[in-house]
């Protein structure tokens, strides 16, 4: 946990002496994990990945080679050769729907001459960049989010062994913070660019440690606070810092001779202070426009998507989602204060919508609620900038409702992400929750499906509303039993997107209007539900032998029919977009980091930027 030690000097700028729990971790301890064995298994798992991932899209393309026993057990042997030929890599993998490459880890390995290889993470890269596509300029940062990536999962490596079954009867927060993975598709998936190790102990979500929240006060007239429907500024104030950190807070403030009332509160994540408002702000908080308070006295967690924090002090407050300049999977981790003036209204649109809607209600859908917003506009920098600079995205934050008071009595929270986890043993989470039920996999599937797909095709066919709808934006209710009893979804107003041209919205919502050509529309259920977690959820219940391909993808097909008949009324749209089309355009998320891993999506034409390469075979179609 992040404290501070000491008082702060007149002008707010002397925040601490050091950090606790850190402090307490020296050079050689934060570093313990990263041990010749951990490495090897960490960079095995990643290059296993590589090689399953970059063949699914197109840049690698594996030459099968005769092996008996591979095929006796069911798989093909296969290699790859290096851009030069002179290094190869061997492995056997079973092949799956929508070109899915399930990679044995243990298969690996990779040779020169005949002559066995120690594997290598960093290297394998160097050896394929030319088929990768690495520019010069590209290639070293991303080796380092690789090098990160592969760290962190030698980290994971130390942790006790929990088996899914275990981890599946656990509270939402271990199941939140004991996935293993992270985004199924992308290789480079843990990078963090900006932590030190002793900062990735203290933040990292699946670190588990308590974090608390720095909180500055911003100048009014510099800070823009917008909130929901019945909510106030001094409302959202009360219900989420007791009265005696409120109370500390101003005697801050006023020990300073400033008005409490010219200033608004604002979380900011520890890392953000130390590292860059600290310095790339301090001329804000040197002239007092910003000011440091201190820490607040709850407890949080920080989720799978590093910047977002689940209270643990109190499970009913708020969410709280910060800024942070580390680059991620592509992207900086900021937030905009200029995008968060908007967010709340956003989610209230689409919360009106979801309760007028009869289909949405049977489905049980609901979102969590970006509640309010607050950001900070620095003019300097703003004024040197674009609308998409990360500069201004240093310094804003929005709550988010908990789904914690919704729940009846018997329900229990997973992030749907959990679905694609599996154990030390190779054993699924989702086969874990399909054993407690009782039921067989088809049945286990079938309200999952009506809770998650449904809710997503109704909104596209519907509304022309898309959302991004990955296993971390998705939080399940599950019954006593086991089975998922709805869906939860998050991240609105930065995710949804509204592809009509002529739909009727709020001009404080209209920002979520996107132009999209035609053939592209369905690709936001194709790409996003589809190849990018249907095909590993697939593969994994498919490869623990509970059910066969054929079986998953006909279930699927079942839910799409079964909302098809009940909405009569859009049978043009779905003539028009057709879900059991012979096959759809294959579009690539590693080849948009490979590209550019600073910032893969020109935020002012995200359609534009998508890296598309042939088709994939549809596994629904003819069973319309």
């Given at each position: 946990m992040t404290a501070f030690n000491g008082s702060n000097s007149s002008n707010g700028t002397d925040g601490a002496n050091g950090m606790q729990g850190m402090s307490g971790t020296n050079a050689a301890e934060a570093v313990t994990h990263l041990t010749p064995e951990l490495w090897e298994r960490a960079g095995r798992q990643l290059i296993r990945k590589a090689l399953a991932e970059f063949s699914h899209e197109r840049l690698l393309t594996p030459e099968a080679v005769a092996d008996g026993a591979a095929e006796a057990a069911g798989s093909r042997a296969y290699r790859v050769l290096s851009d030069d030929g002179t290094v190869e890599y061997r492995f056997t993998a079973r092949r799956f729907a929508l070109d899915h490459w399930q990679v044995d880890a243990a298969s690996v390995s990779?040779?020169?001459?005949?002559?066995?290889?120690?594997?290598?993470?960093?290297?394998?890269?160097?050896?394929?960049?030319?088929?990768?596509?690495?520019?010069?300029?590209?290639?070293?940062?991303?080796?380092?989010?690789?090098?990160?990536?592969?760290?962190?999962?030698?980290?994971?490596?130390?942790?006790?062994?929990?088996?899914?079954a275990e981890l599946a009867r656990s509270g939402f927060q271990a199941i939140e913070t004991g996935m293993t993975e992270g985004h199924p598709c992308f290789v480079a998936n843990n990078g963090r660019l900006g932590f030190g190790v002793h900062e990735y102990h203290a933040y990292a979500?699946?670190?588990?440690?308590?974090i608390r929240l720095?909180?500055?006060?911003?100048?009014?007239?510099?800070?823009?606070?917008?909130?929901?429907?019945g909510l106030d500024y001094d409302t959202l104030v009360a219900q989420e810092l007791n009265e005696a950190t409120r109370e500390r807070f101003t005697a801050r403030l006023t020990a300073l001779e400033l008005d409490p009332a010219e200033y608004l509160l604002l979380p900011v994540h520890p890392w953000q202070w130390w590292n860059k408002l600290s310095i790339t702000f301090a001329a804000e908080v040197a002239q007092q426009r910003l000011v440091l308070l201190g820490e607040g006295d709850d407890d949080y967690l920080a989720q799978q998507s590093i910047r977002t924090f689940f209270n643990t002090s109190a499970p009913e407050k708020h969410y709280v989602k910060t800024a942070?300049?580390?680059?991620?999977?592509?992207?900086?981790?900021?937030?905009?204060?200029?995008?968060?003036?908007?967010?709340?209204?956003?989610?209230?649109?689409?919360?009106?919508?979801?309760?007028?809607?009869?289909?949405?209600?049977?489905?049980?859908?609901?979102?969590?609620?970006?509640?309010?917003?607050?950001?900070?506009?620095?003019?300097?920098?703003?004024?040197?900038t674009d609308r998409y600079s990360p500069y201004r995205k240093m310094l804003a934050a929005l709550w988010r409702e908990s789904p914690v008071p919704t729940l009846a009595e018997g329900e229990r929270l997973a992030t749907m992400a959990s679905l694609l986890h599996t154990d030390h043993e190779g054993a699924s989470f989702a086969g874990a929750l399909i054993d407690e039920s009782g039921l067989d996999a088809v049945e286990w599937l079938r309200p999952y499906l009506?809770?998650?797909?449904?809710?997503?095709?109704?909104?596209f066919y519907a509304y022309d509303l898309v959302y991004m709808p990955h296993g971390e934006n998705v939080i399940l209710v599950l019954g006593a039993d086991?089975?998922?009893?709805?869906?939860?979804?998050?991240?609105?107003?930065?995710?949804?997107?509204?592809?009509?041209?002529?739909?009727?919205?709020?001009?404080?919502?209209?920002?979520?209007?996107?132009?999209?050509?035609?053939?592209?529309?369905?690709?936001?259920?194709?790409?996003?539900?589809?190849?990018?977690?249907?095909?590993?959820?697939?593969?994994?219940?498919?490869?623990?032998?509970?059910?066969s391909e054929e079986e998953f993808w006909g279930a699927v097909a079942q839910c799409v029919r079964s909302y098809?008949?009940?909405?009569?009324?859009?049978?043009?749209?779905?003539?028009?977009?057709?879900?059991?089309?012979?096959?759809f355009r294959l579009s690539c998320l590693n080849r948009l980091q490979l590209r550019n891993n600073a910032q893969m999506v020109d935020l002012a034409d995200?359609?534009?930027?998508?890296q598309l390469v042939g088709t994939l075979k549809n596994p629904l179609a003819g069973l319309a």
């Amino acid at each position: 946990m992040t404290a501070f030690n000491g008082s702060n000097s007149s002008n707010g700028t002397d925040g601490a002496n050091g950090m606790q729990g850190m402090s307490g971790t020296n050079a050689a301890e934060a570093v313990t994990h990263l041990t010749p064995e951990l490495w090897e298994r960490a960079g095995r798992q990643l290059i296993r990945k590589a090689l399953a991932e970059f063949s699914h899209e197109r840049l690698l393309t594996p030459e099968a080679v005769a092996d008996g026993a591979a095929e006796a057990a069911g798989s093909r042997a296969y290699r790859v050769l290096s851009d030069d030929g002179t290094v190869e890599y061997r492995f056997t993998a079973r092949r799956f729907a929508l070109d899915h490459w399930q990679v044995d880890a243990a298969s690996v390995s990779r040779h020169r001459d005949g002559a066995p290889l120690p594997l290598d993470a960093l290297e394998f890269f160097t050896e394929l960049r030319t088929s990768l596509g690495l520019s010069e300029q590209i290639l070293p940062v991303y080796l380092e989010e690789i090098s990160s990536t592969v760290s962190g999962t030698a980290y994971k490596l130390t942790k006790k062994p929990v088996t899914s079954a275990e981890l599946a009867r656990s509270g939402f927060q271990a199941i939140e913070t004991g996935m293993t993975e992270g985004h199924p598709c992308f290789v480079a998936n843990n990078g963090r660019l900006g932590f030190g190790v002793h900062e990735y102990h203290a933040y990292a979500p699946e670190a588990a440690n308590p974090i608390r929240l720095i909180w500055l006060a911003a100048r009014r007239d510099h800070a823009a606070f917008t909130s929901g429907e019945g909510l106030d500024y001094d409302t959202l104030v009360a219900q989420e810092l007791n009265e005696a950190t409120r109370e500390r807070f101003t005697a801050r403030l006023t020990a300073l001779e400033l008005d409490p009332a010219e200033y608004l509160l604002l979380p900011v994540h520890p890392w953000q202070w130390w590292n860059k408002l600290s310095i790339t702000f301090a001329a804000e908080v040197a002239q007092q426009r910003l000011v440091l308070l201190g820490e607040g006295d709850d407890d949080y967690l920080a989720q799978q998507s590093i910047r977002t924090f689940f209270n643990t002090s109190a499970p009913e407050k708020h969410y709280v989602k910060t800024a942070m300049s580390v680059l991620n999977m592509g992207f900086m981790r900021g937030l905009s204060a200029a995008y968060m003036k908007a967010t709340p209204a956003i989610n209230d649109w689409l919360a009106q919508l979801i309760e007028r809607d009869d289909i949405l209600k049977e489905a049980r859908f609901s979102i969590i609620r970006e509640r309010a917003a607050i950001g900070y506009h620095h003019r300097a920098y703003e004024a040197a900038t674009d609308r998409y600079s990360p500069y201004r995205k240093m310094l804003a934050a929005l709550w988010r409702e908990s789904p914690v008071p919704t729940l009846a009595e018997g329900e229990r929270l997973a992030t749907m992400a959990s679905l694609l986890h599996t154990d030390h043993e190779g054993a699924s989470f989702a086969g874990a929750l399909i054993d407690e039920s009782g039921l067989d996999a088809v049945e286990w599937l079938r309200p999952y499906l009506h809770a998650y797909l449904t809710p997503v095709l109704h909104s596209f066919y519907a509304y022309d509303l898309v959302y991004m709808p990955h296993g971390e934006n998705v939080i399940l209710v599950l019954g006593a039993d086991g089975t998922v009893s709805r869906a939860i979804f998050k991240d609105i107003a930065e995710e949804i997107a509204v592809m009509d041209p002529n739909a009727v919205l709020p001009p404080t919502v209209d920002r979520i209007r996107v132009e999209v050509p035609e053939d592209m529309k369905l690709l936001s259920i194709f790409t996003d539900v589809f190849d990018c977690f249907f095909r590993f959820l697939a593969a994994a219940l498919v490869g623990e032998g509970r059910l066969s391909e054929e079986e998953f993808w006909g279930a699927v097909a079942q839910c799409v029919r079964s909302y098809r008949e009940s909405v009569p009324q859009l049978a043009d749209r779905f003539t028009e977009y057709d879900l059991f089309a012979e096959e759809f355009r294959l579009s690539c998320l590693n080849r948009l980091q490979l590209r550019n891993n600073a910032q893969m999506v020109d935020l002012a034409d995200p359609a534009g930027a998508l890296q598309l390469v042939g088709t994939l075979k549809n596994p629904l179609a003819g069973l319309a």
